[in-house]
């Protein structure tokens, strides 16, 4: 059985990625005194996570935001915990805080029967931490690869084979 966390308050948290884009590994982290929290995330569940908290703060009276409320880099060593499948967000009006429930993915064996029972992580947050993490995770999400302009997949450095091209030359850069 997966470790399993419980942050009522975080002094920090974020969204970061470690490697290049096409090679990226996505990461949440979440630190409460001494003890740091990183998860791994897909890109997808990013753009998600980063969609549906902008569509929660949107809801809620405008924040007052100052310099210096950014999501902070990813601290070190970036160790994951566990990988990420299921997330669930709420608002907690009586704190103001939003609560973000983290999943492990269930890992299942060849019929498809769950092989270990997956850890859960609850984070409490303040709505300035939920919209720099919002905003870092949509930064992330953009900032990878090019797509071709003829079909959308992303382009590595050296372009690729393209199917629009009817092989006739892979669009480049």
Not at 35 to 60: I, N
Not at 77 to 106: C, F, H, K, T
Not at 146 to 165: I, M, R
Request: hydrophobic share 35%; proline share 8%.
């Amino acid at each position: 059985m997966s470790a399993s966390f419980e942050f009522s308050e975080v002094d920090s948290v974020t969204i970061g990625t470690i490697g290049e884009p096409g090679q990226r590994t996505f990461y949440l982290q979440a630190r409460r005194g001494t003890q740091l929290l990183t998860l791994k995330l897909e890109k997808q569940q990013v753009g998600a996570l980063a969609q549906m908290l902008l569509e929660l703060l949107e809801d809620l009276p405008t924040l007052e935001r100052v310099p210096g409320d950014e999501a902070p880099p990813l601290e070190e060593p970036v160790l994951a915990e566990w990988a990420v499948g299921a997330m669930q967000l709420a608002y907690d009006s009586g704190n103001d805080r939003l609560v973000l429930l983290a999943e492990e993915i269930e890992v299942v064996d060849e019929q498809g029967d769950p092989v270990q029972s997956g850890g859960l992580a609850r984070l409490v947050v303040t709505r300035v931490q939920a919209a720099a993490m919002a905003e870092r995770g949509e930064e992330l999400v953009t900032s990878g690869r090019p797509h071709c302009p003829l079909c959308g997949s992303p382009l590595d450095p050296e372009g690729h084979a393209c199917p629009k091209t009817n092989g006739h030359g892979p669009p480049h850069r």
